[in-house]
């Protein structure tokens, strides 16, 4: 079904995708989408002309395209459009590009291996047309077996095989056909369970899935906007029905769509329930549904646009995460409008002349704060280089004035450092010589520097200042006799002529010791 070169080639791909879902359903189920009101609608740059059911795509260079659609002809009708432009959020400019090889109103766009690709529509039919990023320019593909016009197909590439997937359309009932760049080959694969037109599908790369949202199903005559959701398994190649939408506004035809990484949601703007065109309504509101929870924000969640209501117009996410959208028809005809719904990153909010998306403002709450703002020691990152108080530390210790240290051109003086009685707060707590030993200035314990740590003169404490066992240097260790070892008359303790062991008297002595050590333990057994 895929074109897949052999079993075990689809063995591999299938496992590496079951690994792919597990993962992502356990991350799933520990978190919460963001509420859709996080979200706002700013204006932004123009579209070249008015236009109505043109195609978008982003790449990961944050650049979209914008690729044909349709004009005013002067006496209420459409006339399908071959322009092609590369749009710069950063720098709000529109690049013409070389035109399509063929007009075409209603196709569908997508952006994969460094080609933007074009399917269907009204000019377009069953013909598939890609636009080289690189080389700038456009090749016309094998098309596709349909039975349908082609108008309002929805398109969609699948991130782990680079297959593209082309679902109804006009005319096309269920029909669900993929495409293998890397053959040039057509192939078919379940088909969708509604025969819709004027969907928008998407990838849903965390459970990779694919899903299929709202738009017309049925016939032009017969037919109803749909509120509908499906999402197709690639391992199993099977479609499942999905919640769907619900509330006020929750059927949708010709709307503009847009995936939400931060925000979680595939987010629809505008569209309408009726099929000829420039017939209204045309919605001003908008609808969230998050695939991981299988659930919707309805209306009552999501701002209106404030430029009012459009059908018919483009809608793609940039590589910002923000999700514009183009032109568009009501009452008065095609349109110039540029909306973005998202969370402002191209605005300067705190008017410091940088915004979050394009300059790197860490901060669009605080105008002080902005990429190469001169630093200052206040705890805060103010050049939002990712770095708070670089270049501060003078003493190289580890520590500046701002964090507490309370002499930066000393590095022995320092939050933590030892406190040494020297009349100075060594370690930044405001007490000058607190737990150090009064006249000790090396901390050794020995205020005089001796090795004396109690002044006797002795240095380890046995009252002879030179070691010997002598305290007043008579070399009799005792001071008893003029025996220097204890032992009557023996001053050597090597003499045993004189009749008297070195140990007789120690080894008395130690007997008696031990007598009296064991005597309470036979007494404590008897009683």
């Known amino acids: 079904m895929r074109g897949r ?81 590369a749009y710069t959020p950063c720098s709000e400019v529109y690049t013409a590009l070389p035109d399509m090889p063929v007009a075409a109103k209603g196709a569908s766009a997508v952006t994969i291996g460094g080609s933007v690709y074009v399917a269907g529509g009204d000019g377009l039919g069953g013909s598939l047309v890609a636009y080289d990023i690189t080389a700038g320019t456009w090749s016309t593909l094998p098309a596709a077996t349909t039975t349908g016009t082609g108008w309002q197909v929805a398109l969609v590439a699948d991130p782990t095989t680079g297959f593209l997937h082309r679902l109804g359309g006009e005319g096309s009932g269920s029909e669900h056909l993929v495409f293998d760049p890397s053959t040039n080959s057509w192939t078919t694969a379940a088909p969708v369970p509604a025969d819709v037109t004027g969907g928008n599908a998407f990838w849903h790369e965390p459970t990779d899935t694919m899903y299929l949202m709202m738009g017309w199903v049925g016939d032009s005559s017969t037919g109803a906007a749909s509120g509908g959701v499906w999402s197709w398994d690639p391992m199993s190649d099977q479609w499942t029905a999905r919640t769907p939408a619900g509330g006020l506004e929750n059927t949708r035809f010709l709307f503009a769509a847009g995936w939400d990484a931060a925000e979680t949601a595939y987010y629809a703007y505008g569209g309408s329930t009726t099929w000829p065109e420039s017939a209204a309504p045309y919605y001003a509101s908008v609808l969230a549904y998050f695939p991981s929870l299988d659930s919707w924000d309805g209306i009552t ?109 000393d590095p022995d003086i320092s939050p933590g ?61 005792d001071d008893a006799t003029t025996d220097d070892d204890d032992i009557a008359n023996d001053d050597d303790d090597d003499d045993d002529s004189a009749g008297a062991s070195d140990c007789a008297c120690d080894g008395e002595g130690g007997s008696a010791a031990l007598l009296l050590l064991l005597m309470p333990l036979g007494l404590r057994r008897n009683s």
């Open 5 to 85: 070169c052999g079993f075990f080639t689809a063995i591999v791909v299938n496992m590496s995708r079951f690994r792919t879902v597990f993962v992502a359903l356990i991350a799933g189920l520990a978190s919460i989408p963001t509420s859709a009101v996080a979200h706002t609608w700013f204006p932004s740059a123009p579209a070249p002309l008015s236009l109505t059911q043109s195609s978008a795509a982003g790449d990961s260079s944050n650049t979209v395209f914008l690729m044909g659609g349709a004009t005013a002809d002067g006496s209420g009708g459409l006339t399908p459009s071959a322009s092609a432009w």
């Open 301 to 409: 969640w999501n701002p209106d646009n404030p430029a009012g209501g459009r059908r018919g117009a483009a809608g793609v996410t940039d590589a910002m995460g923000e999700v514009h959208v183009f032109g568009g028809e009501d009452a008065a005809g095609p349109s110039t409008l540029h909306d973005v719904l998202g969370n402002a990153i191209y605005v300067d909010m705190d008017g410091d002349g940088f915004d979050s998306g394009c300059d790197g403002d860490c901060n669009e709450g605080d105008p002080t704060v902005f990429p190469g703002q001169v630093e200052i020691c206040d705890g805060v990152d103010n050049d939002c280089d990712l770095q708070s108080d670089e270049d501060f530390d003078v003493d190289g210790d580890g520590w500046i004035s701002c964090w507490g240290d309370c002499d930066d051109k």
């Open 417 to 477: 450092a030892t406190e040494v009685c020297n009349g100075i707060d060594d370690d930044c707590n405001l007490l000058v010589d607190d737990d150090c030993v009064e006249g000790d200035d090396d901390d050794s314990g020995d205020d005089d520097d001796s090795g004396d740590d109690d002044d006797s003169g002795d240095d380890d404490d046995s009252g002879d200042d030179d070691d010997s066992g002598d305290d007043d240097d008579s070399g009799d260790d």
